[in-house]
């Protein structure tokens, strides 16, 4: 099978855009999560993306009906595409966009309802959730397959997935693959509470407790926190990525693609450990040539532990020299974008062979037992491989696996 | 009194169009006001001045055509309010 590689990489996210400076603050394990929406009766945090110029991409009269999901899109797929050398000349029916979305336009949604009866006439085409693969197709003049996957959690894990298919079919010579998602607004933070799964924190304790409120394999944790953003990585074949003299971030050198078909919300270790695995098997790797995994981690009570005995269940006797982290603590959990921006953090992590800390974990959970990265900026200069996870409510697991070049 | 100057500068200020660049005569979609933005216009014009633009105007064109229906609309809420 052609090697499929990633040659480009773009992210408007809760860290920043440029690649650089948000990787730095990743690793030396800044939190971006803030307290948001002081009115609502529950305290409530989230990461938002503070820095975005809309006008770098977008005049006033272009964003009639476009809702922030699509302009976080539209930027984000944008820098990947300049970052990967602006696909080296693709023919326009020869690119693929690939785009995760859980939600679509909360936004838009949250005004109409809010809007006393007046519903903006372009409520529909900015909150349908494939509007941003859209609006990054015309951006780009990406004529080929523009497809938006929503699988929750998943969805853009999946959606780098189904597009390294397409690569390696010969479908498309560039795929653009990613995701988005925009919906820190108070609707959907109090739906999220009312489920039962956000972090809990000290309104009174200052800022510093909302930012570190999310937990992920700690003994004390609570929950995750809500984030927004967009993250994309341009895809193509090692052939194809030579021929042009590509810069090339890492092989996407496995995938893998399951459902627990057990429960609509529970995480399932053994549906998790499938997606896992075939993530190896194509990649002909062992678990022991993987040495990272940038969990999904979400940090809520049980998430954590199926995930752990998932990781214990595939790599067995290995486990112990898989370094873990969830980058969740820092930039909270973008949902539709979630597996895109982890994805691009664990590509980095590969390239620059330093691993992420699992941050705010001063004691470890016994129960997950995983050998996590506690320390910031941690060198790993013998890294080859590593796995980004991403599981689902409605069951679907994702497994996305980088190698080296 | 004509509405075209309170259109003018709410076009400036929603989209950024200097009214100098836009001909009151000339066809707003051909200024780059597409039928998405034109539908999310008019939507914004009925709120600022409390009107409510009939279906049979939806494919008004011209800046100065939809001042003169603004300008009916208002005089007639007027003069059945006088």
Request: proline content about 5%.
């Amino acid at each position: 099978m052609t090697p499929v590689q990633v040659t480009g990489l773009g992210a408007m996210v809760p860290h920043g855009s440029d690649l650089q400076t948000l990787f730095a603050a990743i690793m030396r394990g800044d939190s971006a999560i803030h307290p948001v929406f002081p009115e609502l009766a529950r305290p409530a945090a989230a990461a938002t993306v503070q820095d975005f110029d809309v006008a770098r991409w977008f005049t006033r009269l272009q964003l009639a009906g476009v809702d922030r999901v699509s302009q976080l899109a539209v930027a984000a797929a944008d820098l990947a595409l300049r970052d990967g050398g602006d696909g080296a000349g693709a023919a326009p029916e020869r690119m693929g966009i690939y785009v995760g979305c859980g939600m679509g336009g909360a936004a838009a949604l949250d005004a109409a309802y809010r809007g006393g009866g007046r519903v903006p006439p372009l409520t529909i085409p900015a909150f349908m959730p494939n509007a941003a693969a859209g609006h990054i197709a015309m951006r780009l003049q990406a004529q080929g397959p523009v497809l938006t996957y929503s699988v929750a959690c998943a969805s853009s894990a999946v959606a780098i997935a189904e597009a390294a298919k397409a690569v390696q079919r010969g479908e498309v010579d560039v795929a653009i693959a990613g995701g988005s998602e925009a919906l820190i607004v108070p609707g959907v933070v109090v739906a999220w509470q009312a489920m039962q799964t956000l972090a809990a924190f000290d309104a009174q304790a200052g800022a510093r407790a909302a930012a570190t409120c999310c937990r992920p394999f700690a003994l004390d944790r609570s929950g995750f926190v809500l984030g927004e953003g967009a993250a994309f990585m341009v895809l193509e074949s090692a052939p194809r990525a030579r021929a042009r003299g590509a810069r090339v971030y890492a092989n996407l050198a496995g995938w893998g693609l399951s459902n627990d078909a057990t429960h609509l919300t529970k995480p399932d270790a053994a549906g998790q450990a499938r997606a896992l695995t075939q993530a190896l098997r194509q990649a002909a790797l062992t678990p022991a040539e993987v040495g990272y995994c940038n969990a999904h981690g979400t940090a809520t009570p049980i998430g954590d532990v199926v995930e752990s005995q998932a990781l214990v269940r595939v790599w067995g006797d290995a486990i112990a020299e898989l370094r873990v982290s969830s980058t969740k603590a820092l930039h909270g959990h973008l949902l539709g974008a979630a597996g895109a921006l982890e994805a691009l953090i664990t590509v980095l992590a590969l390239h620059e062979r330093k691993l992420p800390p699992n941050a705010h974990c001063d004691a470890p959970d016994p129960a997950c037992g995983l050998n996590l990265v506690h320390e910031p900026d941690t060198a790993a200069p013998t890294l080859q491989a590593a796995v980004s996870s991403s599981f689902a409510f409605g069951g679907s697991n994702a497994a996305l696996l980088f190698t080296r070049c | 009194m004509s509405s075209l100057k309170e259109l003018q500068d709410l076009i400036q200020q929603k989209y950024g169009i200097d009214p100098a660049t836009l001909d009151p005569n000339a066809s707003m979609r051909g200024a780059g006001i597409d039928s998405l933005a034109l539908v999310e216009f008019l939507f914004e014009v009925e709120d600022r001045f409390t009107v409510s633009l009939p279906d049979e105007y939806s494919n008004i064109d011209t800046l100065a055509d939809l001042a003169r229906v603004v300008d009916e609309l208002r005089a007639s809420a007027t003069s059945q309010t006088a």
